[in-house]
């Protein structure tokens, strides 16, 4: 008889300082309140892996995947590009790096959920067209899940972030975490 605790399945957040929880402490980053609250109003447990680095782009990826492998996560939250964008880093390079993590995770029997990003309107109409189009190419191309806007609720106000403007405080990831909750229904 296998223990509860192996048969959750494992969630593998890969991220940048937005999904680390930058500024807040580590249990009251999105992950770690996603899987307090799956279990209040789901009933059901999750192994959350946070293996996100603050300041952190698409070009880790990969070899962070390849890293986390070796405990076998069921589903990749693929949270990344926010600081590509940001540094104004070829898209073509993001699109790429972020592709051959998709891969690899499909190679593994990995379910991957791609999390979108979205550029501020200083950085020009085209370069936030083609970054915004980077995530739709590949979710499409790759039939993988996809939700378009982590910060969807959160970005640009400023009750839901610190006083940078750019990360979430405590109730920015509460509101991320209670926006994940109906992807969670699907996928538990």
Do not use: C
Not at 103 to 125: H, R, S, T, W
């Amino acid at each position: 008889m296998s223990s509860p605790i192996l048969a959750q399945k494992k969630f593998l957040f890969l991220g940048d300082s937005l999904t680390a929880g930058f500024g807040v402490n580590k249990e009251s980053s999105y992950p770690q309140l996603l899987k307090q609250l799956v279990k209040k109003e789901l009933k059901k447990e999750m192994t959350v892996i946070n293996g996100s680095v603050s300041g952190s782009t698409t070009a880790s990826s990969l070899s962070r995947l390849k890293w986390y492998l070796r405990s076998k996560p069921d589903y990749l939250f693929l949270a990344l590009g926010a600081n590509d964008g940001l540094r104004g880093l070829k898209v073509e390079d993001s699109k790429d790096n972020l592709e051959k993590t998709v891969l690899l995770a499909k190679e593994n029997n990995i379910e991957v959920i791609m999390f979108g990003m979205q550029m501020p309107p200083n950085y020009g109409k085209k370069y936030r067209n083609e970054f915004k189009s980077m995530y739709t190419k590949l979710y499409k191309k790759h039939k993988i899940r996809f939700v378009p806007f982590i910060l969807n609720g959160v970005g640009g106000d400023k009750e839901f972030n610190q006083a940078d403007g750019i990360h979430p405080n405590e109730k920015g990831h509460q509101k991320i975490a209670k926006n994940l909750l109906p992807l969670m229904k699907e996928l538990l």
